[in-house]
């Protein structure tokens, strides 16, 4: 099956639409895109929630840009603007809604409380008047949140119509601040931040279950809706529940996903492994019943924003994740005329030969294989703070951890993993008993997780113990730490390695037991030492634990040698049953390994400005594995890789964000737990 674009595109609600469509049908049809999604009253042309004339202004142009595009043989949807509001940025409210408020008691002007009765009634009459019009999907844009709603400090949901609700919960009245106070307070998560998460967990759902009604009321049954979100991290902080949210917008048993993944300008190249992790853990996140759209980022909606090649490599990152759709913004959405940007119909159709033959490979796909990310959605009711007030700091996901492999050519995967990697706060979202079962197989620990796993008792079974983490600013004997010495880092000759540690926010002192290996020292700048850096240990369970003393890995300066320990660390964890392809070759190649119908596919990308030769090191012979270049907006190509002992090697350049696609038909069976 080929790959689909969907086109998102803003019709001036004029007496132009029609010619607006028109000409849009025959971009469209020049450009090989399948679907129009319409965009309406947005951003430059968005004058608050629209009512009134406003609103029959916006159906009609829609009405009459959806009848064109039909008979073009195009499939629509609709992507209204707004649901709760994205930023006030001088728009006030004119409809009477009870707006949202910040921790800080700041109210928005022009964003409605997910609690305001009136706006409820609005966006349901909005989506289902709309419905009416068949559109295969209506979209709930990404203010279907509480963060990020500009100029409010960190978000919504501390207004008082939600404080009314919170308080049926706690059973008494409650201020705003005293809930601010109690939701962040260090230490032991208060009971009320729970309580706060159901609160708007609960008003969120209640929404989407009387848009859903509407919706599929007023469209008779024939459109579905699509959610869009942002990063888990911050959905964590809401409490999101992502099935009940998905179950609440199904209509006929279908729901669509559009998980953002991308930045939204140009950005470097590494930037592709926060694309790869988050795409895996989104789908991991939603039922596997929910179609995926994700969406090209691009904003201001210009060709000065983001470059084709960045395009292109994203484009070709959600098409590996089993993207059922590309959801694009590639035309600036005020232009109201496509016919402009002929240089967009070029980039969509150089871009289509690769993303077509990715879309045939990853159809007979299984799942990705890695190193498993520990992630709860739930992490952030665990979170304990180290100052009061900052909703921000709730914040985690499984993202420093990723990065930290991808980039240095470990491959990762939300599923289930022989070997584990848990870093952060994180570690206080699992119980007992799923962390026992991590101990048992082979986990990598960060000097955060490492002190949470010791509070919890866990100490003999890491081969470590956690005294104390200590932070940058603070005195400490012997001294402030500054280096991290490697006795026994593998190289081609035995000598002493050092790396830097000296711009980490805070390390972990780190106490072996007997029976634990230090493979790195730290060092003070006058080569005292400080502590351990790096300790592997074989606990009684059978299980290997690797444990780091930085607590945030993601900061060290990447380097050959930070490579070399970290793939000596895998396979470490790996034990007696080594499985995991490995890549090097030059900075920046970043994996994502998948099971196939076939076998297995590892697709590299280059993620540094130079080209660079990516080097596989295989634990199990590389029978039968084809090799294809996807270099930026070209054809794909046949190419070739040298095979020595171990090693796989690709005999030509990768340019910088292109793909390498290695697919093999036997050897990787990963063991599950």
């Not at 988050?278 to 994700?294: G, T």
């Amino acid at each position: 099956m080929p790959a689909r674009y969907h086109l998102r595109f803003q019709i001036h609600p004029t007496s132009a639409a029609e010619r607006q469509a028109v000409e849009l049908a025959e971009f469209c049809r020049q450009s090989g895109i399948d679907e129009v999604v319409l965009l309406l009253g947005a951003e430059e042309l968005y004058n608050g929630h629209p009512s009134g004339d406003e609103e029959d202004r916006l159906y009609d142009a829609a009405a009459t840009a959806a009848t064109v595009l039909r008979d073009a043989g195009l499939d629509v949807s609709l992507n209204p603007w707004v649901t709760a509001g994205h930023a006030d940025r001088g728009r006030y409210d004119r409809l009477g809604f009870a707006p949202m408020a910040g921790p800080d008691g700041q109210p928005a002007v022009g964003q409605a409380s997910f609690a305001c009765p009136r706006w409820r009634t609005w966006i349901a009459a909005h989506y289902g008047r709309f419905a009416e019009l068949g559109f295969r999907v209506l979209w709930l844009e990404d203010d279907f949140r509480y963060h990020n709603h500009a100029p409010l400090e960190w978000g919504g949901g501390f207004e008082p119509l939600m404080l009314d609700r919170l308080a049926e919960l706690v059973g008494r009245t409650v201020r705003r601040e005293e809930v601010v106070a109690a939701v962040t307070a260090p230490g032991a998560p208060h009971p009320w931040r729970a309580l706060l998460q159901q609160t708007w967990r609960t008003s969120q759902l209640e929404v989407a279950t009387l848009v859903a009604e509407a919706v599929e009321k007023h469209s008779e049954g024939r459109s579905r809706l699509g959610l869009m979100s942002s990063g888990p991290g911050a959905h964590a902080v809401e409490g999101r529940d992502w099935t009940a949210l998905f179950d609440a917008l199904t209509i006929e048993g279908e729901v669509v996903h559009r998980p953002h993944f991308a930045p939204y300008s140009d950005v470097p190249g590494r930037e592709l492994s926060r694309s790869i992790w988050m795409l895996d853990v989104q789908r991991s996140l939603r039922p596997s019943s929910v179609h995926s759209e994700p969406e090209i980022e691009n904003w201001p909606h210009t060709a000065w924003s983001k470059a084709d090649t960045q395009t292109w490599s994203e484009m070709v990152t959600a098409q590996l994740s089993g993207a059922d759709a590309l959801f694009l913004n590639v035309l600036p959405v005020q232009s109201g005329h496509a016919r402009r940007f002929p240089e967009v119909t070029s980039l969509l159709q150089r871009s289509r030969p690769a993303l077509d033959l990715v879309a045939e490979r990853r159809d007979n796909e299984l799942g990705t294989l890695g190193v498993g990310l520990a992630f709860n959605s739930e992490a952030s009711a665990h979170v304990r703070t180290q100052r009061t007030g900052k909703l921000a700091d709730l914040a985690v996901d499984p993202g420093a951890a990723a990065d930290f492999l991808l980039r240095y050519g470990v491959p990762v995967t939300a599923e289930d993993a022989p070997v584990r990697v848990l870093f952060g706060q994180v570690a206080r979202s699992f119980d007992d008993d799923a962390l026992r079962r991590m101990l048992s197989g082979g986990l990598l620990l960060d000097g955060i997780a490492a002190q949470v796993l010791t509070e919890r008792g866990f100490g003999e079974l890491l081969g470590v113990t956690v005294s104390e983490i200590v932070g940058r600013q603070e005195p400490a004997a012997p001294g402030p730490y500054s280096l991290e010495h490697a006795h026994t880092l593998p190289t081609d000759e035995d000598s002493d390695v050092f790396l830097s540690v000296n711009m980490q926010p805070s390390l972990a002192r780190l106490h072996p037991a007997d029976g634990a290996e230090v493979w790195t020292n730290i060092l003070t700048p006058d080569l005292q030492a400080w502590g351990p850096g790096r300790c592997v240990f074989t606990n009684p369970l059978g299980g290997r634990v690797a444990v780091l003393a930085a607590t945030a890995p993601e900061l060290l300066p990447y380097d050959d040698d930070g490579q070399r320990l970290l793939h000596a660390t895998v396979r470490y964890l790996e034990a007696g049953a080594p499985v995991l392809p490995l890549v090097s070759g030059g900075p920046y190649l970043v994996p994502r390994l998948a099971r196939t119908g076939r076998g297995w596919q590892l697709a590299i990308t280059n993620g540094s400005a130079d080209p660079a030769r990516p080097r596989i090191a295989l634990p199990f012979p590389p029978d039968a594995a084809e090799a294809t270049l996807l270099a930026p907006l070209h054809v794909p190509t046949s190419t070739t890789m040298t095979a020595t002992t171990g090693f796989l090697t690709l005999d030509q350049d990768l340019p910088h964000r292109g793909w390498l696609l290695v697919d093999g038909v036997d050897g990787l069976t990963i063991r599950r737990r």
